[in-house]
């Protein structure tokens, strides 16, 4: 059905994997475009209660946005401002319970893909990175405070640091560390236990935590912000010098 995803089903559990392996699961605009259309299929599923998100290979979960497209389209961000934040923000918006099985790196909206899911595990190898703030955006302002708490989220996005699986776990940002071996069967058991229980009452639970910890006032205002620092040549700039650093030049 997908070509940069794969979609199976064990029981009432979905797994979702970002299947670019040899681009570290970048989102481009397929991609982006395919987990959107996954994510709508399965939540219209009744035969599915708990959706797992993951990446192929043993490298990344996701590496954030594709920068070869977004050089191919200029050497401008447009390529994560269009279907890649989409569908990090439809992520977010998921009503039933999804878990992020985090097998390695998870940097820029690969970061954001993770927090916008309800649980993270992640392999022993997993590192996070909040690199917005290096390329003149704000990202992960408004969820990470949510998980970590306001000081470490500040220093996590003001820094732009590297975050490793070890210090993901201390601080929260992470659940659970596993092998990477034993990570899809950890999760697995903790989506079928979930699976098991009442779909209504978990995915009204969801609803309520979610009410009592966010502020759509700071969401509002992120999405604001990066439509006015999008518009500055300092983010231009930014973003073009990393995009030919990934990219090699090319």
């Given at each position: 059905m997908?070509?940069?995803l794969?979609?199976?089903?064990?029981?009432?559990?979905?797994?979702?994997?970002l299947?670019?392996?040899?681009?570290?699961?970048a989102?481009n605009?397929?991609?982006?475009h395919?987990?959107?259309?996954a994510?709508?299929?399965?939540?219209?599923?009744?035969?599915?209660?708990?959706?797992v998100?993951?990446?192929?290979?043993?490298?990344?979960?996701?590496?954030?946005?594709d920068?070869?497209?977004?050089?191919g389209?200029?050497?401008?961000?447009?390529?994560?401002?269009?279907?890649?934040?989409e569908?990090?923000?439809?992520?977010?918006?998921?009503?039933?319970?999804?878990?992020?099985?985090?097998?390695?790196?998870?940097y820029?909206?690969?970061?954001?893909?993770?927090?916008?899911c309800?649980?993270r595990?992640?392999s022993?190898?997993?590192r996070?990175?909040?690199?917005?703030?290096s390329?003149?955006?704000?990202?992960?302002?408004?969820?990470?405070?949510?998980?970590v708490?306001?000081?470490?989220a500040?220093?996590?996005?003001?820094?732009?640091?590297?975050?490793?699986a070890?210090?993901?776990l201390r601080?929260g940002?992470?659940?659970?560390?596993?092998?990477?071996?034993?990570?899809?069967?950890?999760v697995?058991?903790?989506?079928?236990?979930?699976?098991?229980?009442?779909?209504?009452?978990?995915?009204?639970?969801?609803?309520?935590?979610?009410?009592?910890?966010?502020?759509?006032?700071a969401?509002?205002?992120?999405?604001?912000?990066?439509?006015?620092?999008?518009?500055?040549?300092?983010?231009?700039e930014?973003?073009?010098?990393?995009?030919?650093?990934?990219?090699?030049?090319?």
């Amino acid at each position: 059905m997908y070509e940069s995803l794969i979609v199976e089903q064990t029981g009432a559990v979905a797994t979702i994997r970002l299947n670019r392996p040899e681009k570290h699961n970048a989102l481009n605009a397929q991609l982006s475009h395919e987990l959107i259309e996954a994510l709508d299929k399965v939540e219209a599923d009744d035969a599915v209660n708990v959706i797992v998100l993951t990446g192929a290979g043993e490298k990344a979960f996701c590496a954030g946005a594709d920068m070869a497209e977004a050089v191919g389209a200029g050497g401008t961000n447009s390529g994560y401002v269009g279907a890649p934040a989409e569908a990090v923000a439809r992520v977010l918006r998921t009503r039933k319970p999804i878990i992020a099985a985090v097998n390695g790196y998870s940097y820029g909206g690969g970061a954001l893909l993770a927090i916008n899911c309800d649980i993270r595990i992640a392999s022993e190898d997993a590192r996070f990175r909040f690199v917005g703030a290096s390329y003149g955006l704000v990202v992960g302002a408004f969820q990470l405070p949510r998980i970590v708490g306001a000081p470490l989220a500040k220093e996590l996005i003001f820094t732009a640091r590297t975050i490793d699986a070890q210090e993901a776990l201390r601080i929260g940002l992470v659940s659970h560390l596993v092998p990477l071996e034993e990570l899809e069967a950890t999760v697995t058991e903790m989506a079928l236990a979930i699976a098991a229980n009442s779909r209504a009452a978990v995915m009204e639970s969801k609803q309520v935590i979610d009410i009592a910890t966010s502020n759509r006032e700071a969401f509002r205002r992120e999405v604001e912000a990066n439509l006015e620092l999008r518009q500055s040549e300092e983010h231009q700039e930014r973003f073009r010098a990393a995009a030919m650093r990934v990219t090699g030049g090319k």
